[in-house]
Each structure stands twice: as structure tokens, then as C-alpha cells.
């Protein structure tokens, strides 16, 4: 079993992005002329956490993660993904063998583990909440105090009763909700792009319903290929997340946008407006900084 890490500070506020090895980013977030196997090291003196997508699809060797644990500062945290042979397997409750088998893996990595992301495919509907009670009562049993968060896509959750008992059941076994906001992608007028059109028929298409549980929270955000268009959400997003940090709640921040390019950009710029509202360190990212859109302090209402 992995050895028990001690849980992250109370209302820390991490950000980062979905990937850390984007080679779009160098002469932008990494320094031009960067070497691929360097990429994870200047990412972690960068950002502060990352979104460990890659883990849905495959499980990386004990030498790798190790690996990756001594690429990265004690500061930084990795959010690792259960697989898709965990998520997506029709019952969570006879996979947890398996779940087993990946926190062991990847809590190789102790110090630098942020809470775990369970993401649940479009067809696991309110229907199977038995199940999903069963796996969170067994992680909360044989895994604690690894965190855990949950995504949910199918619409019926985002309805009453069912996310009031979604809600109730992450608060009983320490579980975070993991939020998705979709609006910058599906609510603005923009050029069509390829990008931007698979974007919208990858992402899900849920409402944003900004709750936490647990005492943190995930949040996915789809930012706008078009940095000035992302300005009032992150504006809203800022305030809200402040006032989330004051009352002791933890949050994890992950930048995603169609163009994958300005991912790191959305960062700095959802950073610089948390910064205006409460205290947060520098963020370690000084060098070829983008360059932001003026964020107009304006309303969504």
C-alpha cells in the first residue's frame, strides 16, 4: 500500500494545465530551443500543478514515476487521472483491484500527490449511484487520506435530486466534485475553427454549477482561443475563488483551451486576477511572458 502523505495546506490555490510536454510552448512558457526530456522541470518551476491526462490511457512505470518525482519541486502537485479501464468500465465497484494497483503506482510520486481525478463517462448516469457510493466507501476506507475528486457528464446529475445526493454522498466519503466550465467554448460568438468545433464536440456540454465539497475543488476550464474573449469568465472565476481560499477551501486550477498554444497564457491571466483579491505568491513563471488582454472589471449580470 502507498505510504500516507501528509494532506496540502488549507485554501493553497495550484494552477497549471492539462499536459506539461506541449512543444507549442517553447519560446513561451519554456525557454526556445528546449529539449523534450527537460520540458516536465521547466514546467514544475513554472506552474504549480499539472492535469495528468496521459494516465487515463496508460499507467507509466515505478521508474518513471520516480523519475518525474525527482524532475519536480516539493511544491509542485501532479492530479493523476484513474483509467479509463477504472472510469469507464460500466461498475466502478469491480475495478477497484485495479484502482488499488494505480494509486500504488502513482503514489510513488508521495509529496507531490494532489487529490486523484475520477472522471465518469457520458452513459454513468444517477442510476448507478449505488456504485459509485461503493467505490468512494472503499477509497475512503483502504485509501485515506489520498483525495479523490469526481466528474460527472451525464445531464440527469446536474438535475434535482440527484446532484443534491451527489453532493451528500462526496461530503460523507471526503470526495471533491470536479467542475467543468464549458461556457467560454459553447456561449461566445467566434470564427469557426477546427480546433474550436472538436472542442465542442469532445467537451461535454453540462452547466456550470459552481459547488465544493470536502474542503477543495478541481476546476476545468475551456478557455476561448481568443485570450480577450476569457476575460469576464476568469473575472467572475477570480472573485468566486477568492472568496472560495478565504473560507479555507483548496483549489486546483487547470487552463484548457482548443488551441492548446494558450493554455499557459489563461493561467497567468486567471492567476493575475486571484492575485488582485487575495494574497498569493509571485508566480514562478517570469520569463517570456505572454501578453495579456487589458481585464476590465465588468459583470456577467
Known sequence: MPTHR???TPAAFF???????????????FPAGSKQPDLLR???????????NTTFYATPTRETVRRWEQETPPSFRFCWKLPRSV?????????FGLTLDFVERMAMADQRTAPFFLQLPPSYSPQQLPDLAGWLAAW????????????????????APAEAALMELLEQHGAGRVLMDVRPIRQLESQPSAALEDARERKPDVPLHPLHSSGFSLLRYIGHPNPAQNTLWLEEWATRLATWLQAGITVYAFMHCPDENRS????????????ERVSLPPLAWVSHPPELPQVQQQTLF
Not at 494552477?15 to 512558457?29: D, P
Not at 514544475?44 to 500543478?49: E, G, H, K, N, Q
Not at 472510469?87 to 475495478?95: D, F, T, V
Request: hydrophobic share 40%; charged share 10%.
Open 6 to 8: 501528509t494532506p496540502p
Open 15 to 29: 494552477i497549471g494545465c492539462a499536459v506539461w510536454g506541449y512543444k507549442g510552448w517553447l519560446g513561451n512558457l
Open 42 to 52: 521547466l514546467y514544475s518551476r513554472r506552474l504549480t500543478t499539472v492535469e495528468g
Open 87 to 95: 472510469s469507464h468500465s460500466g461498475s466502478l465497484s469491480r475495478q
Open 140 to 159: 475512503a476506507a483502504q485509501l485515506a487520506p489520498y483525495q479523490i475528486a469526481v466528474e460527472v457528464r451525464h445531464p440527469a446529475w446536474y438535475a
Open 264 to 275: 499557459p497564457a489563461l493561467c497567468r491571466m486567471l492567476y493575475a486576477c486571484l492575485a
